[in-house]
C-alpha cells in the first residue's frame, strides 16, 4: 500500500473515474442504448448494460453486435451520446464536494475514464466540475500511464479495474461502492480504502492529508 505520508501538499493531486464515481450516467447510457436498438433493429439489454458499466463501450457492444460491426456501431453510439446522455447526466451524491476537498488542499484534480475524452469533457462541464485535467480512452492498468504523467498520488473509482489503476501507477486506491461493485466486493478485491460514496471523501481526505 502506498504510503499518503509521503505526498506533500504541494504534489497532491488527485485522480478520479467518471461514469459512477463522479457522474451519474446511468438514465443517459441507458437512452442512448435504447436509441441505437430503435435505429439498429439489434436487440439491447439495458438494464444488463447499466449494471456493467466500467469497461469500454466496444467491450459493451461486442455482446449485442459482430465483430465486424462493432467500430461502426460504436462511432454512431459516440455521436448521439452527447445529444441524448450529457444532458441526462447528473453528479454522484458528493462529487461537487469531493472535487472541492481536494482543490481546497491545494490540490490537482484529474480525471482519468475509459470515455472517450470528447464525451468526458463534455460531461465534466455539463457537471460544473472544476477539474485540471481530463484524460479519456483509458481502461484499468491502462489509465496507469496518465495517472503517473499527471502524478497522481490517489485514484478514486467504483470498478475493480480502478484499483487495479491505482496498483498500475503506484497510487493510493480509494474505492467507492457506487458503481457494479459492493463495498465487501471492493474490499475483498484489495481497494487501499472503501467509502460508502464519495460524500465521506472530503472527510477522509482530512484525516490523510494536512491543509496546504
Sequence with gaps: MPDLDTFSPARLAVGFDLDLTLADTRRGIGATFAALTA?????????????RLGPPLEQELGYWFPAERITAVAA???AMYGDIAVPATTAMPGAPEAVEAVRARGGRVVVVTAKSERLA??????LGLPVDEVVGGLYGTGKAVA???HGVGVYVGDHTADVDAARAAGAYSVAVATGPFDAAALRAYGAD????????FPGWL??????A
Design 147 to 149: 495517472l503517473r504523467e
Design 206 to 211: 482530512g484525516r490523510h492529508r494536512p491543509a
Design 39 to 51: 435505429e439498429t433493429g439489434v436487440h439491447i439489454d439495458v438494464p444488463t448494460v447499466i449494471g
Design 121 to 126: 469533457e463534455a460531461t465534466v462541464e455539463r
Design 193 to 200: 480504502v472503501v467509502l460508502d460514496d464519495l460524500a465521506a
Design 76 to 78: 454512431r453510439y459516440r
